[in-house]
């Protein structure tokens, strides 16, 4: 099993890290070739529009037709943007892999940043979150099964191949929400569902 993490923007190296303590091999990815032999992909925060700007043109429809394939792919922050397939104030999504709507930043400025503990379904009870101008979702499919939900809000859902999370589970020393996403990748080479 190899996985990806998106690296054209935010904290790709502490999601390599969070992988390489659970002892599984990452790569790198900056381009479509770098996609070639993978497993699964992270989508790692950062500012969504920054990074749809920074990925060559053929780039974002190839991550497209991964997800629509069944290929595994975990999003956070900005990832879970990228993924949504609706952004309120934009007339479209970018990759549109999970049936959500995301309100962006909705948790506040950068000076709001916090952390919490969450509750997650499959997961844990008390799992460390961190959220740094965090998008919530405000709505999402009859497909999708919320997974985690703050003050209200959902913060983290999956839809078959695909995970998303309003926080950054890379910026803490626990790996449970990394194992949940290699299990979902362990799943789909082994053609099982937990």
Known sequence: MKIGVLALQGAVRE???SLHRLGIESRIVKTEAGLEGLSGLILPGGESTAISLLADGAFLPRLQA???AGFP?????AGMILLASDIEGRESGYIGGIDIAVSRNASGRQVDSFETILDIEDIGSDVPAVFI????????GPSVRPMAHYN???VMAREANILVASF????TEDTRVH????????ETETGTEA
């Open 15 to 17: 999601h390599i890290a």
């Open 66 to 68: 991964l997800a629509n």
């Open 73 to 77: 792919i975990f999003g956070t922050c």
């Open 133 to 140: 101008r965090a998008p919530y979702i405000t709505r999402h």
């Open 152 to 154: 209200g809000q959902c």
């Open 168 to 171: 950054h589970p890379e910026l």
């Open 179 to 186: 194992e949940y996403f290699v299990e979902m990748v362990n």
